[in-house]
């Protein structure tokens, strides 16, 4: 009797576990578990058979953003897009170096003046410079001579005061322009040295062709009989460019047309009238 129940006890106790696992197995099979059993089976087997908790997936990984309109400059950007050197040759960099040139001379004066100032505000490299010129003082002197007008033959027309006016008037706008402007910045500050070599430059490239072109008007006026014979002096002929100097060197004052008019009428004409 007490085999047969031991035997009997011992046979609910095995069958009890294995009636559990057919249920569970069943209940998965047939989706009456749910959500749990749907979380179970998608958990590995070895995980599942220990009885572990599941594990949390990690974290996604922050990716930093993308640059977007708001972190563009367009003020760095452009300066860096300026500060590049341009791929010029021949006259294009030769005339961007002499606009470089001038504009520097003029806006800082002739001490100030680098061969490194140059090439940055020319955006082209040093070594372009120095393999044309060896110094600064070369590069100016060939950059005003590029840009001041060349002097010419008046033409006749008919009356000295006419002639006198038109030449004068083209002295003022030259040096009222870009090379006027770095010439007056360039007489105002140099040092004894280096203004004798600019002085050269300024008599042969500018007063004595202006002078030359006025002895010319007097002389056919004099043929014509609006100027007296006794005018006709290089002494005379000084008067308007020594006028023109005067006023922009040592007064500081910008000359015009108005002044080109009360230069020839207040004191040319009354020294070359007959």
């Not at 006890?9 to 749990?36: C, I």
């Not at 640059?67 to 300066?79: I, L, Q, R, Y």
Request: hydrophobic share 40%; net charge positive.
């Amino acid at each position: 009797m007490r085999r047969q129940a031991a035997n009997r006890s011992g046979g609910r106790a095995v069958e009890r576990p294995t009636e559990q696992l057919t249920e569970q197995l069943t209940e998965r099979t047939n989706g009456r578990a749910g959500d749990r059993a749907d979380e179970q089976l998608t958990r590995p087997v070895e995980e599942r058979a220990a009885g572990r908790p599941p594990v949390p997936a990690p974290a996604p990984k922050a990716v930093a953003p993308m640059p977007g309109p708001a972190s563009f400059c367009p003020v760095k950007a452009a300066a860096e897009v300026l500060s590049r050197p341009m791929r010029r040759r021949g006259k294009e960099l030769e005339q961007a170096i002499f606009a470089a040139a001038l504009d520097q001379l003029t806006s800082g004066g002739f001490a100030r003046l680098t061969m490194e100032g140059i090439a940055g505000a020319a955006r082209t490299g040093k070594a372009a410079l120095y393999r044309r010129w060896a110094s600064k003082v070369e590069l100016v002197v060939d950059a005003l001579d590029s840009t001041l007008p060349r002097p010419s033959d008046a033409p006749d027309l008919g009356s000295a005061r006419n002639e006198l006016l038109l030449l004068i008037q083209g002295f003022t706008e030259a040096m009222n322009s870009r090379s006027g402007g770095a010439m007056q910045a360039l007489m105002a500050e140099l040092d004894h040295e280096q203004a004798e070599l600019f002085k050269g430059f300024i008599v042969q490239r500018v007063i004595e062709p202006t002078k030359a072109t006025i002895l010319e008007i007097l002389r056919r006026g004099a043929e014509r009989g609006d100027v007296r014979p006794g005018a006709v002096t290089p002494l005379v002929a000084d008067v308007a460019p020594a006028m023109l100097m005067y006023r922009v060197k040592v007064c500081g004052r910008q000359i015009g047309s108005e002044f080109a008019v009360e230069l020839v009428d207040e004191v040319l004409l009354p020294l070359i009238r007959t």
